[in-house]
């Protein structure tokens, strides 16, 4: 069992930096790949940022691909994701969720969710 609890959400002005934070409970966290999704209103739950089960391996979405990166510390149990030159696009609830393999990024394939945090993007 895995328990994941976001935080670091908040409002900021478009060009502006956030660092989110998704810390784990249980022991089989450093089993899993941590997966970051956002939604925002009216759409789809969409993949934003994953890393593998051992930090060595991340993969990101389009969008967001060279401003958000995304890493995690064992010992901390905890992943975090750090967004840069947000966008009004950006807005969203962020959650992070735990999956099988870095190469699996569909939401259906995840195995435990955190239950997320806003971010407002201000333009």
């Known amino acids: 069992q895995v328990q994941l609890v976001e935080s670091g959400g908040g409002l900021v002005q478009a060009g502006g930096s956030l660092r989110l934070s998704c810390a784990a409970s249980?022991?089989?966290?450093?089993?899993?790949?941590i997966d970051w999704f956002r939604q925002a209103p009216g759409k789809e739950r969409e993949f934003v940022a994953v890393?593998?089960?051992?930090?060595?391996?991340?993969n990101y979405a389009n969008s967001v691909k060279g401003r958000f990166t995304i890493s995690r510390d064992s010992a901390k149990n905890t992943v975090y994701l750090q967004m840069n030159s947000l966008k009004p696009e950006d807005t969203a609830v962020y959650y992070c969720?735990?999956?099988?393999?870095?190469?699996?990024?569909?939401?259906?394939?995840?195995?435990?969710w955190g239950q997320g945090t806003q971010i407002t993007v201000s333009s």
């Open positions: 969720a735990a999956g099988p393999l870095w190469t699996v990024v569909a939401a259906s394939s995840m195995k435990y």
């Open positions: 249980g022991r089989a966290f450093n089993t899993y790949a």
């Open positions: 890393i593998s089960y051992n930090g060595r391996n991340t």
